[in-house]
């Protein structure tokens, strides 16, 4: 008896290995591919929708802007496109979320340094504070990446219509005057397609690496 399965033994190995590629196979097929969802302004917590399109269901996309960085230059949609990008709201005066967020920044920054599809974005929503110059000087104190990481400031119109309308991120401040904002600890993923495919605590380390993970399985996409 012995004497037979030896002499079957290398068979045996090779079923085996072959056995076990098919059911790896089966499994990758059958396994449910990872998709991110596309958020829609009807889908968001309504204090951070406009109210003029918190009824969209779909189709919603990022719109076009123009916007001056750190370095004075105008940074528009066509600096980001067929990238994916992390988006996110902040003032540069700020002593509470705002110095967590922006270390977070960093940190995506750093993780994401040699992968050339993906950016980050930072609109500053007291922009008649955060001059030109200031953003530099808080982008140099940051370690900010120019080639990577743009600090935005300019129109204050146009920043908060991009906030509230585009990437359903910001309060408003309800002071009485119609463009003051409240910002969040947002970070929102944006797709090559200009969707919004996540929101994530910036605060929050478990969130920056539910990013990084979801920032992979969005180039899978």
Request: aromatic share 10%; proline share 2%; with cysteine.
């Amino acid at each position: 008896m012995l004497q037979f399965f030896s002499r079957f033994k290398f068979l045996a190995i090779v079923l085996f290995v072959i056995s076990c590629i098919i059911i790896t196979i089966i499994y990758q097929i059958l396994k449910p591919k990872e998709v991110l969802p596309v958020f829609q302004p009807a889908g968001v917590n309504t204090e951070l929708v406009d109210s003029t399109i918190q009824h969209v269901k779909k189709y919603h996309t990022i719109t076009d802007f123009s916007l001056t960085n750190q370095n004075g230059k105008t940074i528009t949609q066509e600096d980001y496109k067929d990238k994916i990008y992390v988006a996110d709201f902040f003032f540069t005066t700020c002593l509470t979320i705002c110095p967590i967020m922006t270390d977070n920044m960093v940190v995506l920054q750093e993780k994401l340094k040699n992968d050339s599809d993906v950016m980050l974005l930072s609109h500053s929503v007291t922009p008649v504070i955060d001059s030109v110059a200031q953003l530099k000087k808080y982008a140099l104190e940051k370690g900010v990446n120019d080639a990577k990481w743009n600090l935005l400031t300019g129109d204050k119109k146009q920043i908060y219509a991009l906030a509230r309308k585009s990437y359903l991120a910001v309060k408003e401040d309800g002071n009485g005057d119609e463009y003051d904002m409240i910002h969040t600890e947002n970070f929102i993923l944006v797709d090559q397609k200009k969707r919004i495919r996540g929101f994530y605590d910036g605060t929050q380390e478990e969130d920056i690496e539910q990013l990084l993970k979801d920032i992979q399985i969005l180039k899978k996409d």
